[in-house]
């Protein structure tokens, strides 16, 4: 049981690139979240999904989109990287919403130069 | 504004004591308040959820209160260990959208 998977580990992309960070779960839940965080300010969501083919704005959405076509899948895309995207992603899903505890990955570092 | 508060100066204990931390929170009602341990370069790791309706909430050598009154939780670790060294985050349901907002997290360093 594989729980939360995030790709890549890390990454370092260039100003105005593009890239999509993947999470899985194998876990048949509902839920998936997207968090950033960063040093001093905490963990942060960005967006979330209550089931496939649902999305919904977090916290900080600005720069990011995502999309959930499959229960399993949630992605996170950065259309055009800027500096203060640099961050730690984590992904988390719950079967529930978080009337019990949320399943996180392991994170991706991404740095933009 | 909302705010969740935990203490940004590291608990610094010895091995065998009591580690007490507190969580603060303003303009939230929230239905549940979760605990979660994070290692350095990990993910955060579910620990303990409390309801509204439950004072206090126990998990092995873990504790956790909750007063909706003060607005406040703590969270003890008993005959805490070196391998209990890690940030502590607490979090909570804030406008009931199933969606977890979280507190920057307090560090614990349990000394031998």
């Known amino acids: 049981n594989a729980g939360v998977t995030q790709t890549p580990k890390f990454r370092v992309l260039k100003t105005g690139q593009s890239m999509t960070l993947l999470c899985a779960q194998d876990m048949n839940h509902e839920y998936m979240y997207w968090y950033r965080q960063d040093p001093g300010m905490g963990l942060r969501l960005i967006h979330y999904?209550?089931?496939?083919?649902?999305?919904a704005k977090g916290e900080v959405p600005d720069g990011y989109n995502v999309s959930r076509l499959k229960k399993q899948n949630f992605l996170l895309g950065l259309e055009s990287a800027a500096p203060s995207q640099t961050s730690v992603y984590f992904c988390a899903s719950s079967s529930s919403g978080g009337g019990e505890g949320y399943t996180f990955g392991s994170g991706t570092r991404l740095t933009v130069v | 504004s909302q705010k969740i508060e935990q203490n940004s100066e590291a608990l610094n204990i010895q091995e065998g004591k009591t580690a007490t931390l507190t969580c603060n929170y303003t303009n939230y009602s929230p239905a549940y308040l979760q605990w979660y341990r994070q290692d350095p370069g990990r993910g955060p790791v579910f620990l303990l959820l409390i309801r509204e309706n439950e004072k206090e909430k126990r998990k092995e050598r873990l504790k956790v209160t909750f007063d909706t009154t003060l607005k406040q939780s703590l969270f003890h670790i008993t005959a805490s260990q070196p391998a209990d060294s890690a940030t502590y985050l607490c979090?909570?349901?804030?406008?009931?959208?199933?969606?977890?907002?979280f507190g920057k997290g307090n560090q614990v360093v349990v000394i031998p």
């Open positions: 999904s209550v089931g496939e083919g649902t999305t």
């Open positions: 979090a909570l349901d804030g406008d009931g959208n199933n969606r977890l907002a």
